[in-house]
């Protein structure tokens, strides 16, 4: 049995792998923070240290429209309160409730989904379509956030730590030759970078640590 987000062979019946859990964890952990940091780009031109701007003939929009988006119903809320909604009806549970902000709704559905996430990473047919929309929505709000070529992904750590996966997102920092895991340290150089995008993990010993 193979991991239903990444393929990986499984050792044990499941629907995620340890690494795939442990990404989906961290992100879901990182979104409702993202959340509240794309407020302070919502103006154009914020969080930007561009040079001198050439005239133009129109004016800027007074609010960024893909941060807007994102911000916005339909965005990043709609996607995580999406899933925590199928994860509930897999459960025979009533629909989560929905009220507050947008920013509680957000920190609430992310909440429900990592208290539920074992029985999800074992149980929930939709999983693995569950890991990779959170890995596609925790993208677009990194690259919102930091437009810089640092933002390209690679995938998540291969790394053994005691026994388990490390998962944590991987991305390239611009003009390196050498990926490190912010979380335990794991160096991965260029010849392992295509190995971990298509989740065809190297050996624990093909990492310098």
């Known amino acids: 049995m193979n991991c239903t987000a990444c393929t990986h062979p499984l050792d044990a019946p499941a629907q995620l792998c340890p ?4 990404g989906l964890d961290v992100r ?3 979104l409702p923070g993202q959340y509240l940091l794309l407020a302070t780009h919502l103006r154009p031109g914020a969080a930007r240290g561009d040079g001198p701007v050439a005239l ?4 800027p929009l007074p609010v960024r429209e893909d941060v807007l988006d994102m911000r916005a119903e339909g965005g990043l809320v709609t996607v995580l309160e999406g899933w925590r909604e199928a994860m509930q009806q897999a459960r025979g549970w009533g629909p989560p409730a929905r009220t507050g902000s947008i920013e509680r709704r957000v920190v609430a559905a992310a909440r429900g989904l990592r208290m539920n996430i074992e029985w999800i990473a074992e149980s929930f047919p939709g999983a693995g379509d569950m890991a990779r929309e959170i890995r596609h929505l925790a993208g677009q709000a990194a690259a919102l956030l930091d437009p810089a070529p640092s933002t390209l992904s690679v995938g998540d750590c291969a790394a ?6 490390c998962g944590a997102p991987l991305r390239v ?3 390196t030759t050498t990926v490190r895991c912010c979380r ?3 160096d991965y150089p260029p010849h392992l970078w295509m190995t971990l995008a298509t ?3 190297a050996a624990p010993a093909g990492a310098a640590a």
Do not use: F, K, N, Q
């Not at 690494?19 to 442990?22: G, N, T």
């Not at 053994?160 to 996966?165: H, P, S, T, V």
């Open 199 to 201: 989740g065809a993990w």
């Open 56 to 59: 133009v003939r129109t004016p």
């Open 160 to 165: 053994e730590l005691g026994g388990d996966i």
């Open 173 to 175: 920092p611009h003009g």
């Open 184 to 186: 335990c340290g794991t």
């Open 28 to 30: 879901l952990s990182e």
């Open 19 to 22: 690494a795939c859990v442990r």
